[in-house]
């Protein structure tokens, strides 16, 4: 099973800054399955980025995602207030067929 | 605009059965692009797939290992809806569960989310 672990667990910034996450999975994932989304409180998560660099319908270009093989990030250029929420990968495999998801990243106002 | 509605009740009692639906506006269950998730999220467990549907000139049925021995997911195309039924659950089957629809491996609508407690 594919382990997907995220850094920094929670990573302080002010409104306006730049934020960098990172996605590292136990073994190489395939950049067409690696994904991203948001999740504020009391929401479920909302679609990010798909393939590892391609925005969602509605996403702004301050969102960017790059990687490959087992080193994935996703980059937020100058912060708004909506951003401040936690962040999860999730890769998909095709066999056997699943889902998995890292434990998360919470961006917090600084 | 695809979306999905949850309805089912948020109290089951242990070793019962927990039952979701998960309703579909905008998109068909039958689509032959699309997949149907059900995911939970606990405080414990993070985000967790548990299966999904899909068809594709014939329904298919995947499952999560670590619950594959009790849980089903069934489309019903009359009410283009599908469903979630988990077995024998107990207290650490506690979770918020979605449903969501998954296109080209990334999950892009869910369902508002349903709080499920088991206890007696």
């Known amino acids: 099973e594919i382990v997907l672990t995220q850094s920094p667990g929670t990573l302080s910034l002010s409104p306006g800054e730049r934020a960098t996450l990172s996605c590292r999975a136990s073994?190489?994932?395939?950049?067409?399955?690696l994904v991203w989304y948001r999740q504020k409180p009391g929401q479920a998560p909302r679609l990010l980025i798909y393939g590892a660099s391609n925005r969602a319908p509605g996403i702004p270009d301050r969102f960017s995602g790059s990687g490959s093989g087992t080193d994935f990030s996703l980059t937020i250029s100058g912060l708004e207030p909506e951003d401040f929420a936690v962040y999860y990968c999730?890769?998909?495999?095709?066999?056997?067929?699943?889902?998995?998801f890292g434990q998360g990243t919470k961006l917090e106002i600084k | 605009q695809v979306q999905l509605q949850q309805s089912g009740p948020g109290l089951v009692k242990p070793s019962q059965t927990l039952s979701l639906t998960c309703a579909i506006s905008?998109?068909?269950?039958?689509?032959?692009?699309?997949?149907w998730n059900w995911i939970r999220q606990s405080p414990s467990r993070g985000l967790e797939w548990l299966g999904r549907?899909?068809?594709?000139?014939?329904?298919?049925?995947d499952y999560a290992v670590s619950v594959k021995s009790r849980i089903t997911i069934k489309p019903d195309t009359a009410k283009n809806q599908f469903s979630l039924q988990l077995n024998s659950v107990t207290p650490e089957d506690t979770a918020v569960y979605y449903c969501?629809?998954?296109?080209?491996?990334?999950?892009?609508?869910w369902g508002q989310g349903t709080t499920v407690t088991v206890s007696s």
């Open positions: 969501a629809r998954d296109l080209y491996s990334s999950n892009d609508v």
């Open positions: 073994q190489s994932v395939s950049s067409s399955y």
């Open positions: 999730q890769q998909f495999v095709s066999s056997p067929p699943g889902y998995t």
């Open positions: 549907t899909y068809h594709r000139s014939k329904w298919y049925y």
């Open positions: 905008g998109d068909s269950v039958s689509s032959n692009s699309a997949a």
